[in-house]
């Protein structure tokens, strides 16, 4: 299984950035995904996550109404928009899943795949 992220980049605070997630090598379609994101001397947090079945989305409190999470089932491929960005909101972004035909997780302990994350840095 392969969980490829890009997308990270440095940005000034009210900018935005688009994160994408190819994965490869298990079914997609049959995996909630999810966004987690880990700042300097902080633990694992999690961002947003979007179902297998409804698509139904959820996000932290922090991000709630600024970043969108979405999917695409034909390309493998897993979104975040990250809109109104803060310096708060720098951090290592990573893309994972809990088990196939899971639902959402948000115990960092409970997902079973880890993209390779991508650095996200919001300037002041």
């Known amino acids: 299984v392969q969980l490829q992220a890009s997308g990270g980049g440095l940005v000034q605070a009210g900018g935005s950035l688009r994160l994408s997630c190819a994965a490869s090598?298990?079914?997609?379609?049959?995996?909630?995904w999810e966004w987690f994101r880990q700042a300097p001397g902080k633990e694992r947090e999690f961002v947003a996550s979007i179902t297998l079945t409804s698509g139904r989305t959820d996000y932290a409190d922090s991000v709630k109404g600024r970043f969108t999470i979405s999917r695409d089932n034909v390309k493998n491929t897993v979104y975040l928009q990250m809109n109104s960005l803060a310096p708060e909101d720098t951090a290592v972004y990573y893309c994972a899943a809990p088990s196939e035909y899971s639902r959402r997780v948000v115990n960092p302990h409970d997902i079973k795949y880890w993209g390779q994350g991508t650095q996200v840095t919001v300037s002041s």
């Open positions: 090598g298990l079914r997609f379609s049959t995996y909630t």
